[in-house]
């Protein structure tokens, strides 16, 4: 099974496997405007994934998202090989980044928008997981009556969120909390620039201590946009986009002070056609980056 492997299927139900429970949603692209059909979160019993993941049960392809232990993701200088030995260029390029072989893994690259001012190197992302890992969720999602035909990773379900949000030829930066921290995306034009993750987690934000946390927060995610300028010069950041968690409001407001760009929270209503999800932003966070991988429409041909 490749990553990034293409839907035109119009429905599409997206998952993330997390400690104890699932999130997931299932979003309708049969009409002008997606539709959010369902979306939350089951609770696993001990081990017992089958039983959660069996009520997912959908005719229509399934697309897991991977948790960001269960990958590597890097950005690398494309080689400058034919393209059809790219992935094996990259594959042996990554392997000192790798805690398995590149033998015993799959490689998938995503391009790295260039644009013609630029004068550095063009650039990929390189996404390695182990094949056994894979299979092992492959066996899972099948076992429990799912049609498991798409592993994406949480940037790029953060970046199908922000494409949609998008203002042309203007990045778009995206913050989300997920397990190992911040995670910080900048897209342009549909393509994702930038990944970051920060070290400040939502406990620490939710410590008692968000002065602390917001300044630490600050500084990295300057520091991140500093990186991005430096590296795509010229291209402005339209604004910072806050998927919806608690406290969001006050998180918002303390890096609008801090940040020389606006700040706003993502409204799903922006996004799709949420009347089926009663207070759809109220919804635990992984659920958004469920949404943002059920909103993938792209083509399957290799």
């Not at 030995?85 to 990259?90: H, I, M, P, Q």
């Not at 995670?183 to 970051?196: F, Q, S, V, Y």
Request: some cysteine; glycine content about 6%.
């Amino acid at each position: 099974m490749r990553f990034f492997r293409r839907s035109t299927e119009q429905g599409l139900t997206a998952y993330l496997r997390l400690p104890g429970r699932v999130a997931y949603a299932r979003v309708d692209r049969r009409v002008a405007v997606p539709k959010l059909l369902a979306a939350g979160v089951l609770p696993v019993k001990g081990d017992n994934w089958g039983e959660a993941l069996a009520k997912l049960h959908n005719k229509g392809p399934v697309s897991l998202v991977l948790r960001p232990t269960d990958y590597k993701l890097r950005l690398l200088d494309a080689p400058n090989v034919p393209a059809e030995e790219l992935k094996s260029a990259v594959r042996w390029q990554i392997q000192d980044m790798l805690d398995f072989h590149a033998n015993d893994g799959t490689v998938d690259v995503l391009e790295v928008p260039h644009p013609e001012h630029l004068t550095h190197v063009r650039q990929i992302f390189a996404v390695a997981a182990k094949n056994s890992l894979l299979a092992e969720e492959t066996v899972l999602a099948r076992g429990a009556g799912l049609n498991l035909t798409i592993i994406d990773i949480l940037e790029t379900a953060q970046r199908n969120l922000a494409t949609r949000l998008e203002t042309r030829g203007r990045a778009l930066a995206v913050l989300s909390f997920v397990e190992t921290g911040g995670l910080l995306t900048l897209t342009l034009d549909g393509e994702l620039c930038m990944a970051r993750t920060l070290g400040v987690n939502q406990k620490l934000l939710e410590s008692g201590d968000m002065d602390n946390a917001l300044e630490r927060l600050t500084l990295e995610i300057q520091r991140s946009l500093d990186h991005f300028d430096r590296q795509f010069g010229g291209i402005p950041i339209d604004r910072l986009l806050l998927v919806p968690m608690e406290h969001v409001e006050r998180l918002r407001d303390g890096l609008a002070g801090n940040l020389a760009l606006p700040v706003e929270v993502l409204n799903l209503a922006n996004v799709l056609d949420v009347s089926a999800v009663a207070d759809v932003n109220a919804l635990p966070s992984p659920c958004f980056h469920a949404i943002g991988a059920a909103l993938r429409m792209e083509d399957t041909t290799p």
